[in-house]
């Protein structure tokens, strides 16, 4: 069942179905203008999905729901406008579409055989997974197929994390050794590979696939995707970095010290800002992931949200808004709206964000109806 919350009431608290016809009335009665979705999966095996829809007034209306998908961890997890994909110990991969709210199993994805470590959904239609098995495997969904398994030498150590250029013609694979694979996606084909330091262990495109980016504990390297050559250094003095999240033009970033690092990326690959909060953060984070949008409004401002799951098993979810502005008078200090908070009973190890904004149909009813089943996101 979906109940209607808000970012003030605990999620799990007693009574929560109670809440009132007029209130939730009252927060759905105009047409959503954009859904966040938050999707986090558990050492339990549950994949919990939170979804807040914003209406045309610009209140919030949080929804919860729960789905028991495994026995063993879920480890890897990545969502979309229409979609999250799950996978863990028990080397399946399962694909839940938002639309389709009554099927508890969704797709089944079975071809790896290793733990699932890392998932990314690139375009409506594709999915690629890796997995302690030395395979990078490329899906296609509805229909499902299996399109590429990208094999990779055991010397170069598991795959870590892995990032699709926005083209959708390239893969970068970050592994344990340090190495780089870069890998055509429509052939299948390994095209080279570059060593750099052990210790890295995020990877993503900036700036529309022009840059991209090594992470590790002790600072954050940008290259550039023609010449790979090094184009900055990000670094916080004193701190370790334990989490690391980006969008096109941003890099985020939580320290043990429990700072939360924004820095600006510019057009040429260097840091055009850095804002940074020191008290937003009261626990130690396990994983991040952040999601973009477009206001719509006539400015069509950026807006950035970042959802965090922390090791006491709180979650989070921010938002990033008018950062150019800030960069721009040379700002310090970043103060990101709380959108959520809230402590699962469950033990949390990923969590993923996406936001889409359209016109969608004001939820009327928690049971399925000719009205929400048209309801999908594309």
Known sequence: TWDLLSPSIEMEKEGKEKLSQKRKKAEISEDCQEIIRVSIGSYEGNAWVFEGRRNASGELAWDQRKHKLSDHSLGAICSNSSKFAIGGYEERIQVMFWSDKENEDGVILEEHKGTITSLKLWDPSYLISTAEDLLICVWKLRPNMLLHSLKYKKTAGNCVDMTVHPSGKMLLSLHSSGCVNFWNL?????????????????????????????????????????????????????????????????????????????????????????????????????????????????????????????????????????????????????????????????????????????????????????????????
């Not at 950062?323 to 959520?340: Q, S, W």
């Not at 939820?363 to 594309?378: A, C, G, P």
């Open 186 to 378: 429509i052939t299948g084909h390994h095209e080279y590979q570059k060593q750099f330091e052990a210790g890295f262990t995020k990877i993503g495109f900036l700036q529309g696939g022009n840059y991209f980016y090594l992470a590790s504990e002790k600072f954050i390297a940008l290259y550039s995707i023609s010449a790979e050559e090094e184009t900055c250094k990000l670094v916080q003095e004193g701190e370790k970095l334990l989490a690391v999240t980006h969008t096109n033009t941003l890099i985020v970033g939580v320290t043990d010290k429990n700072s939360f690092i924004v820095w600006g990326i510019g057009k040429e690959g260097k840091e055009e800002g850095k804002l940074v909060n020191t008290k937003l953060i009261k626990a130690k984070i396990r994983s991040i992931s952040s999601a973009s949008s477009t206001e719509v409004t006539k400015e069509k401002k950026n807006k950035h949200y970042i959802s965090c799951v922390m090791v006491n098993g709180e979650i989070a979810v921010f938002e990033l808004k008018d950062l150019d502005d800030r960069f721009e008078k040379k700002k310090k200090i970043v103060n990101p709206g709380l959108l959520l908070h809230t402590k699962m009973k469950d033990r949390p190890t990923c969590i993923s964000i996406s936001s889409a904004i359209g016109k969608f149909k004001a939820i009327t009813s928690h049971k399925k109806t000719k009205e929400t089943e048209q309801d999908q996101l594309t």
